[in-house]
C-alpha cells in the first residue's frame, strides 16, 4: 500500500450532527457501526486477522473552523486502520493542549498502538457523544482515498466521538473507506 505524499494533515472541514438530525441513515449494518458505543478498535480486530495503524501525521495545528472550538491549537493524529493490509478508516483526533500537557506520555508514545486500546483500557476517559456525517470527500481526502486504490463511487460515511478526561476535551473523528463500506454492507 502508498500513501500520495500530500502533506499533513489529509483531513478536511465536515459538518457532524447528531444521528437524530440526519435524516436518513444508511440502509445497511453500516450504521450499527456508525452508532456503536464500544471500541471501533476491538470491533475492527474482529474481522481480520492482522490489524494494523499507519500513522500519516501528528503534530500541533490549528483545527478546522468548528472542529474544535475550544481550543486554538489541539494535537491532532492522522491515521489510517488496516485490516489485513486494507486501509478501513481514516481517523483524525485531536487532543486540546491542556489535556495532552496532562497524558502527553500516553499520547506521544502511541506510535503504531491504536487510540482505542489507550481509551478503552482503563476508566481515565470517559466516552461522550457521538455524531455522524456523510460526505463527498474534496480535495486531500479523495486524493487519499485514490492513493489507496479505493476511488469513491458514493458518498462517505463517518462518525465522531468525544471522550474527556478531568474536564478536557478529545475528538476522534473515523471515515469509513470504500472498502470498509463495501465488506460491511455484505455482513
Avoid at 463527498?136 to 463517518?158: F, H
Wanted: charged share 20%; proline share 7%; glycine share 6%.
Amino acid at each position: 500500500m502508498s500513501v500520495t505524499r500530500l502533506s499533513f494533515p489529509y483531513g478536511e472541514s465536515i459538518q457532524w450532527f447528531s444521528p437524530d438530525k440526519i435524516a436518513e441513515l444508511p440502509q445497511s449494518p453500516l450504521t450499527e457501526w456508525l452508532l456503536s458505543t464500544g471500541s471501533l478498535t476491538q470491533k475492527l480486530q474482529s474481522h481480520c486477522a492482522h490489524f494494523e495503524v499507519k500513522i500519516l501525521g501528528e503534530g500541533n495545528l490549528t483545527p478546522f473552523s468548528g472542529e474544535f472550538p475550544t481550543q486554538q491549537q489541539a494535537w491532532v493524529r492522522e491515521v489510517l486502520l488496516c485490516l489485513d493490509g486494507t486501509p478501513w478508516i481514516f481517523a483524525r483526533t485531536l487532543i486540546s493542549g491542556p489535556l495532552l500537557a496532562k497524558k502527553d506520555k500516553d499520547f506521544l508514545t502511541l506510535g503504531t498502538r491504536p487510540l482505542g486500546e489507550l481509551l478503552f483500557s482503563t476508566d481515565d476517559f470517559t466516552p461522550g457523544k457521538i455524531e455522524v456525517a456523510h460526505f463527498t470527500p474534496c480535495e486531500k481526502l479523495a486524493e487519499l482515498t485514490s492513493s489507496l486504490n479505493q476511488p469513491v463511487s458514493q458518498e462517505l460515511w463517518g462518525r465522531r466521538r468525544y471522550f474527556s478526561f478531568e474536564g478536557e476535551d478529545l475528538i476522534v473523528s473515523e471515515t469509513f473507506l470504500p472498502a470498509a463500506r463495501q465488506f460491511i454492507e455484505q455482513l
